[in-house]
């Protein structure tokens, strides 16, 4: 099976891309520009750009499409919001009208639990969409154009929610979370008892290639995927000062508290965040792909350790 990887220099597409030539499958990895070593590579330019798609599909039977703008806090994103509509919507939904015009057989998607809100509770592929930020509008809206594009062709689709990606070259929140939890200060959350669903990106990549090896054998659609280990902000903070070999310091305080200054410190999404519940139900992932995460939560925290105590010493 010959498969494009888009976002191939991506912390997700840099362990997916081997991970799927270590199965047999033939990668053909699409950059911005220069190469990724060791794999056949395309450079596409940027996204809004009118990239060379019908080059890059030739011979190509699917369509792994990681290549997306993340980061709500991200400079150019501030100047200007429309650029994750640009990035997110129009070039996914250019590349899926590609990939039918190719006839790729299928076609991945990456989306993310961010199209049902922060604080969105327990989460099932068909509980409400209730995006709070650009972003997680951005990839509700790609969700939908693909959905129109591809729904009448013969091309599977298969849509992706993750929760948030954890790993060596983690950045953004979870990596100030790895920070905070290395530093040993003092944190107020020995009280918080929320839960919180993950995805090691060793994880995520597996079930990548779990559905690239199912073949035509089903249908695609949408699911949520995860770790399957539930955590709480406090226990995850304790289950990273272990990986990191520090104490963690964490007292009691009222988490109702915490979320009425955070409001009037005008922090209130990030304390929704390390405050409020959000877990993703992957039962039919798992069901429908014969899928189980090879790694557990500690073994995923434990790599994302090690590379941060390395990424410091450098």
């Known amino acids: 099976m010959r498969v494009l990887v888009t976002g191939a220099t991506g912390m997700i597409g840099r362990r997916l891309v081997p991970a799927l030539s270590a199965?047999?499958?033939?990668?053909?990895?699409?950059?911005?520009?220069?190469a990724l070593e060791g794999v056949e590579s395309m450079e596409i330019g940027d996204l809004r750009g009118g990239p060379p798609w019908g080059e890059a599909l030739a011979g190509i039977e699917g369509v792994v499409?990681?290549?997306?703008m993340a980061n709500p806090s991200d400079p150019a994103a501030r100047r200007d919001p429309s650029l994750f509509h640009q990035v997110n919507v129009q070039a996914s939904e250019n590349l899926a009208r590609a990939a039918v015009a190719a006839g790729v057989g299928r076609f991945i998607f990456m989306s993310s639990i961010m199209v049902h809100g922060v604080g969105g509770g327990a989460l099932t592929a068909t509980s409400p969409l209730g995006p709070q930020n650009a972003y997680g509008e951005s990839k509700r809206d790609a969700e939908a154009a693909l959905n129109r594009v591809l729904a009448p062709s013969n091309t599977v689709l298969t849509i992706l929610r993750s929760p948030?990606?954890?790993?060596?070259?983690?950045?953004?929140?979870?990596?100030?979370?790895?920070?905070l939890a290395a530093s040993g200060v003092p944190l107020p959350l020995a009280s918080v008892d929320n839960r919180?669903?993950?995805?090691?990106?060793?994880?995520?990549?597996?079930?990548?290639?779990?559905?690239?090896?199912?073949?035509?054998?089903?249908?695609?659609?949408?699911?949520?995927?995860s770790d399957g280990q539930d955590?709480?902000?406090?226990?995850?903070?304790?289950?990273?000062?272990?990986?990191?070999?520090?104490?963690?310091?964490?007292?009691?305080?009222?988490?109702?508290?915490?979320?009425?200054?955070?409001?009037?410190?005008?922090?209130?999404?990030?304390?929704?965040?390390?405050?409020g519940t959000l877990t993703a139900d992957a039962t039919?992932?798992?069901?429908?792909?014969?899928?189980?995460?090879?790694?557990?939560?500690?073994?995923?925290?434990?790599?994302?350790?090690?590379?941060?105590r390395g990424?410091?010493?450098r």
């Open 23 to 34: 199965r047999g499958i033939t990668v053909r990895a699409a950059v911005r520009q220069g």
């Open 284 to 308: 039919e992932f798992r069901r429908q792909y014969s899928w189980k995460p090879p790694h557990t939560l500690d073994e995923g925290l434990a790599a994302t350790a090690a590379w941060y």
């Open 311 to 313: 990424n410091q010493q």
């Open 164 to 179: 948030p990606v954890y790993g060596p070259g983690v950045s953004a929140n979870f990596l100030s979370l790895v920070k």
């Open 196 to 225: 919180l669903s993950l995805m090691y990106v060793e994880n995520l990549t597996d079930a990548v290639a779990q559905i690239l090896a199912k073949g035509g054998t089903e249908s695609g659609g949408t699911y949520l995927v």
């Open 65 to 68: 499409h990681l290549a997306a």
């Open 231 to 275: 955590v709480s902000t406090a226990d995850l903070i304790r289950r990273l000062a272990r990986a990191l070999n520090v104490r963690s310091r964490l007292f009691p305080f009222p988490p109702g508290l915490l979320r009425t200054a955070a409001n009037l410190t005008g922090q209130g999404r990030a304390a929704a965040r390390l405050l």
